[in-house]
């Protein structure tokens, strides 16, 4: 053992690192050998139920089967850009005065831009509690809606 040392000059450190190498080794080999004998049976799954839901489902209203034409490239810039203005594209959908404020449900004050689930009903609470809005800045009354938040959504909203 000793000439083996000299010849290979190996450290006390050395053979404990190659000791544990050569076991992982022979360990990964074992592994390996059991997992070829043991080998996992797959089952036939069958898909034709499934199919017919798909299809079934596909022909229920083949109006939603239109097909888009989407300006990809647009899409993927969009998805890109980290700026403020591309993150809440709900204001691109308004059109300016449309959503009056006195008789807007839950669902088109959340289309306000910065309106959220709570903001909206705020906004019907507040309503039901003191009457219709008077003004436009009447809104800023509304817990939730701040000089910021009313600069946004002034221009999509009347008392009509």
Partial sequence: MKKLKEILRVTAHEKKVLIFLLVTA?????????????????????????????NHSETVNPQENVEKNVDSEHELLDLRVSDNKYKNNKSKLLAAKSIN??????????????IGSKTADAIISYREK???????????????????KFKKIEKYINLK
């Fill in 26 to 54: 022979v360990a990964s080999f074992g592994i390996h050998l059991y997992d070829n004998n043991n080998e996992v049976e797959y089952k036939e799954y069958d898909y034709s139920k499934t199919d017919t839901v798909f």
């Fill in 101 to 114: 404020i006195n008789t807007a449900n839950k669902k088109t004050l959340m289309s306000l831009p910065g």
């Fill in 130 to 148: 003191n009457g219709f809005f008077v003004k436009l800045s009447d809104l800023r009354k509304v817990k939730g809606i701040g000089s910021k």
